[in-house]
């Protein structure tokens, strides 16, 4: 079992690039999440996903678009990067009972110039 | 507006001593609380969850009460180790959300040998 595994690690964009960050999954989780953590601010919420085929938003949506094609994988896409973009992000994902604790990522590493 | 406090944001402590981290959040219609360890550049790892209807929960040598009537939730910690040493974050999930944590700005532990 990989758990919860995130691409890339660690990425350098300079301001109106545009990329994708990849989460997978391998416990077969109905729920995923984006979180974005900056100092001094904690985790916050930027999109989820309760099944294959579905999105929400969350805090903090605004700049940011995802996918949910597969249940495995949840995509957070960045159209035209800002160096307010620039944090940590983190993929988490769990059964979906809000008794189940969720499983995080390693986190992927972003720096917008 | 649902928030999680923690303070202090960061405590050191030498090796053996027991020690408490504090929680605090805004709303008592929380439907559980989680708490997470973080390590230096690394992702989120649960530690504890407690379900609204139960006062604490208990690994080894971690405990975590919650008393929603005072919105307060601590993390015991049990002679601390240099292992230890690591950030602590705590979650509420608000019976109003739709299972989305709200995190704390966690509690930076550094437990000197």
């Known amino acids: 079992n990989a758990g919860v595994t995130q691409t890339p690690k660690f990425r350098v964009l300079k301001t109106g690039q545009s990329m994708t960050l990849l989460c997978a999954q391998d416990m077969n989780h109905e729920y995923m999440y984006w979180y974005r953590q900056d100092p001094g601010m904690g985790l916050r919420l930027i999109h989820y996903?309760?099944?294959?085929?579905?999105?929400a938003k969350g805090e903090v949506p605004d700049g940011y678009n995802v996918s949910r094609l597969k249940k495995q994988n949840f995509l957070l896409g960045l159209e035209s990067a800002a160096p307010s973009q620039t944090s940590v992000y983190f993929c988490a994902s769990n059964k979906g009972q809000r008794q189940e604790t969720q499983y995080f990522g390693p986190g992927t590493r972003l720096l917008v110039l | 507006k649902q928030e999680v406090t923690q303070i202090p944001a960061a405590l050191s402590v030498p090796e053996g001593e027991n020690l408490v981290l504090n929680c605090s959040f805004t709303?008592?219609?929380?439907?559980?609380l989680q708490w997470f360890r973080q390590d230096p550049g690394k992702g989120l790892t649960s530690l504890l969850l407690i379900q609204s209807s139960q006062r604490e929960q208990t690994s080894g040598r971690l405990n975590a009460s919650l008393d929603k009537s005072s919105g307060r939730s601590t993390l015991y910690i049990a002679a601390s180790q240099p292992g230890d040493s690591a950030t602590y974050l705590c979650?509420?999930?608000?019976?109003?959300?739709?299972?989305?944590?709200?995190f704390g700005t966690g509690t930076r532990l550094k437990v000197l040998a």
């Open positions: 709303d008592s219609a929380i439907y559980n």
């Open positions: 979650a509420a999930d608000y019976t109003s959300g739709t299972y989305k944590y709200i």
């Open positions: 996903s309760v099944g294959e085929g579905t999105t």
